[in-house]
Nanobody, 120 residues
Framework: QVQLVESGGGLVQPGGSLRLSCAAS????????MGWYRQAPGKQRELVAR???????NYADSVKGRFTISRDNAKNTVYLQMNSLKPEDTAIYYC??????????????WGQGTQVTVSS
């Protein structure tokens, strides 16, 4: 079955950087939109950034100019480069991919989440 595995979270000081990765594996035919979401304690999950199969991107206003999303189609992987991190970026970060499997059925798949904590 299709699985998404995230890595790269951790503890960082304000102003620091982290790079998240999310790799998909399994019976994949095509991957369309890839995205990153986050959920802070007591808040709803929100979109951080997403990238289409054609490379078009969009970002939440709160991260524009600081975060960059990219993808490596050969590796079925999406990245999130996070710079100038702020305490309010602290959250669990989840990747999501819209994937067509080898049976040509498409679903949204989610990663398990990775904790990002920004604190001095």
């Amino acid at each position: 079955q299709v699985q998404l595995v995230e890595s790269g979270g951790g503890l960082v000081q304000p102003g620091g950087s982290l790079r998240l990765s999310c790799a998909a594996s399994g019976p994949i035919a095509s991957i369309y939109t890839m995205g990153w979401y986050r959920q802070a304690p007591g808040k709803q999950r929100e979109l951080v950034a997403r990238i289409t199969s054609g490379g078009m991107t969009n970002y939440a206003d709160s991260v524009k100019g600081r975060f960059t999303i990219s993808r490596d189609n050969a590796k079925n992987t999406v990245y999130l480069q996070m710079n100038s991190l702020k305490p309010e970026d602290t959250a669990i970060y989840y990747c999501k991919m819209f994937i067509r499997n080898v049976d040509y059925v498409s679903y949204d798949y989610w990663g398990q989440g990775t904790q990002v904590t920004v604190s001095s």
